[in-house]
């Protein structure tokens, strides 16, 4: 009973750390490759959860939805509806220098998540919304259901890097890094320089809001409180500093460590005296920071650090 239980442990921290692979996968294309400081990650992951969440739940007077759809098309809308409000901010933004960016794409996230709570008629406000669906939910239940979950996320992480790969060895992820690296010099070289970032902060976001569905579907009930930027946007900005920025192997390494370690703290505060388990969540973020400061010493440029693709000299 011990080992089946640690295995399904063990399954649960899987499908947690594919969701943030995913999410280490889109901001390693905004950051990585085009160098946009994005500190709203909470934010489009939310609007793609709740996207999926409305898409796909049933009839109910607490909120829109009713639409029903499968899931599949439940993330698809997921993806579309965070790529658009990704657009709509990079239209306002994305010509900031990056700690302005910073700056502006916190704010937004914080405007995001006031609407989340407050327009009750589109999300039921702090009550969330429950009864959201798990693929094949009708024909698998408990413990072999999350079993079945963990390679539909895992499958998902695939399809992302393999995207994103792509992306990273192609002119576009070559001209993206050429921006990123020396803005001035390609904008001499004529390359539109705004339009290659605004493409880039789509991309990302539209990947957050995948990984955001993927997380409504797993939990199978959505309330503000799962889009917290800290379990969101700092653990992720720490996973891909750590596993490695530019490199895409490096953004899902880090996030199986980060959140490994991060799972691993939850046991350790769990044993310390009363009086410092409501101090708990500080006592992770300190321990998680004091790991990264140590990784960034001995690995500076992560734990698989970029390099840059051989190009064909035919």
């Not at 029903?68 to 709509?88: D, E, Q, R």
């Not at 006592?283 to 990264?292: D, E, F, S, Y």
Request: proline content about 4%; hydrophobic content about 50%; aromatic content about 10%.
């Amino acid at each position: 009973m011990e080992m089946t239980g640690l295995l399904f442990y063990l399954v649960s921290v899987l499908i947690a750390g594919g969701i943030y692979a995913v999410l280490c996968l889109a901001l390693n294309v905004q950051w990585g490759m085009g160098g946009l400081f994005n500190a709203g990650i909470a934010g489009f992951f939310a609007v793609g959860a709740y996207a999926s969440a409305i898409a796909t739940t049933a009839v109910s007077a607490k909120h829109l939805g009713g639409f029903g759809l499968p899931i599949p098309f439940g993330l698809a809308a997921a993806m579309v509806v965070a790529g658009i409000t990704g657009w709509a901010v990079a239209k306002i933004c994305v010509g900031l220098k990056s700690d302005y960016l910073a700056m502006a794409s916190v704010g937004i996230a914080e405007i995001l998540r006031l609407v989340i709570v407050n327009e009750s008629w589109l999300t039921n406000g702090s009550l969330g919304i429950s009864g959201v669906p798990r693929p094949f939910g009708d024909l698998v239940h408990g413990r072999s259901a999350d079993i079945l979950y963990l390679a539909v996320v895992w499958t998902c992480v695939l399809g992302v890097y393999v995207l994103c790969q792509r992306l990273y060895v192609s002119p576009w992820g070559r001209t993206l890094r050429a921006i990123r690296d020396n803005e001035d010099s390609a904008r001499a070289a004529g390359k539109d320089v705004d339009k290659f970032r605004l493409q880039t902060f789509v991309i990302g976001c539209a990947i957050m809001g995948l990984a955001g569905g993927l997380s409504a579907h797993y939990f199978k009930f959505l309330s503000p409180s799962a889009t917290e930027p800290l379990l969101v946007t700092f653990l992720v900005w720490v996973m891909l500093m750590a596993g490695g920025s530019g490199n895409n192997k490096g953004a899902i390494a880090g996030a199986l460590v980060i959140w490994f370690l991060w799972s691993a703290t939850e046991i350790f505060t769990s044993r310390l005296p009363p009086e410092w388990i409501t101090r708990s969540s500080y006592i992770r973020m300190l321990l998680v920071g004091l790991i990264l400061q140590f990784v960034l010493q001995k690995f500076r440029s992560g734990l698989v650090p970029e390099k840059s693709p051989k190009i064909r000299s035919d």
